[in-house]
């Protein structure tokens, strides 16, 4: 099993920043993708950025330019740094890793419990 522990959140006004880190622990053998998903009340899950163990990276739309993500694969960690934050960003931000457990390349998703972020305006 994998773990996923997030970190960071909170409270800030519009134009404010703020980060997030999420820790793997467990029995990892490896892990392929990390990101961060959103869920607003009343939407769905959406994604806001992922990277891969290369270090490339994905963001939507709404995020780029704004949000910056990074990973430390020596730390099994993730981060998001949050700029420029606007009301539309508040949500419960869950950390995403895609890992694997035993060198049988077959990767499961996993998630975190989610933390909030709230963007005042």
């Known amino acids: 099993q994998v773990q996923l522990v997030e970190s960071g959140g909170g409270l800030v006004q519009t134009g404010g920043s703020l980060g997030l880190s999420c820790a793997a622990s467990g029995s990892i053998f490896r892990i392929y993708v990390m990101g961060w998903y959103r869920q607003a009340p009343g939407k769905q899950r959406e994604l806001v950025a992922t990277?891969?163990?290369?270090?490339?990276?994905n963001y939507a739309d709404s995020v780029k330019g704004r949000f910056t993500i990074s990973r430390d694969n020596t730390k099994n960690t993730v981060y998001l740094q949050m700029n420029s934050l606007e009301p539309e960003d508040t949500a419960v931000y869950y950390c995403y890793a895609q890992a694997t457990t035993t060198p049988m390349p077959s990767p499961y998703a996993y998630w975190g419990q989610g933390t909030q972020v709230t963007v005042s305006s």
């Open positions: 990277i891969t163990s290369r270090g490339s990276t």
